[in-house]
């Protein structure tokens, strides 16, 4: 099952129109996280204090996927650029 966050929902339909086809693709193949290998090779387990079960997923060159995984649940947090990323983290 898949949950998409508000702010998550908000930041999809902000995108541009081919973005946000490829946003939905990412998301339609998540409801095969984790037991796909492809899917899984797609994502990659953050690190951290409090981020337990939180991965995040390449869609194109700038735009990443924030999700939590759980109880068999994809909880959509957030879709964020690479560039936003980065100054978080700098």
Known sequence: MINTSTQAQIA?????????????????????????????????????????????????HNLRLIFRYSQDVVEILDVVTHDRLERMHG
């Open 12 to 60: 999809i339909r902000s995108l541009l129109p081919s973005d946000k086809e490829r946003v939905k693709h990412f998301v339609a193949l998540l409801e095969r996280f984790p037991d796909d290998e492809y899917v899984r090779q797609q994502t990659k387990k953050l690190k951290g204090n409090g981020l337990d079960n939180l991965y995040i997923m390449r869609v194109t």
